[in-house]
């Protein structure tokens, strides 16, 4: 199983960012996939979670700015991120049980003020 987070960059407060994460090896349409960020010195945390059927939930502070999709088709999860806060920046990695938790290797997002 691999997951292959991008879409990180360095952005000004108020923007937008979308990452991906591409997958295989894996039954994409039956899993549920999230992602995390680790801030530094902070615990890793879950950001958005999207299930096989579509359902999604999302961390209080992301709500109304971050929307997490997919494309079973293509065996990639979105993160679209839009008005960007400093408090946002992180390292955002993908994620997905299969038997057992894999992760991506994660994408610097940088948001400064």
């Known amino acids: 199983v691999q997951l292959q987070a991008s879409g990180g960059g360095l952005v000004q407060a108020g923007e937008s960012l979308r990452l991906s994460c591409a997958a295989s090896?894996?039954?994409?349409?039956?899993?549920?996939m999230g992602w995390y960020r680790q801030a530094p010195g902070k615990q890793r945390e879950l950001v958005a979670r999207?299930?096989?059927?579509?359902?999604?939930n999302y961390l209080d502070s992301v709500k109304g700015r971050f929307t997490i999709s997919r494309d079973n088709a293509k065996n990639t999860v979105y993160l679209q991120m839009n008005s960007l806060k400093p408090e946002d920046t992180a390292v955002y990695y993908c994620?997905?049980?299969?038997?057992?938790?894999?992760w991506g290797r994660g994408t610097l997002v940088t948001v400064s003020s």
């Open positions: 994620n997905t049980v299969y038997g057992m938790a894999y």
């Open positions: 090896g894996i039954i994409f349409s039956i899993v549920a």
């Open positions: 999207i299930t096989s059927g579509g359902v999604t």
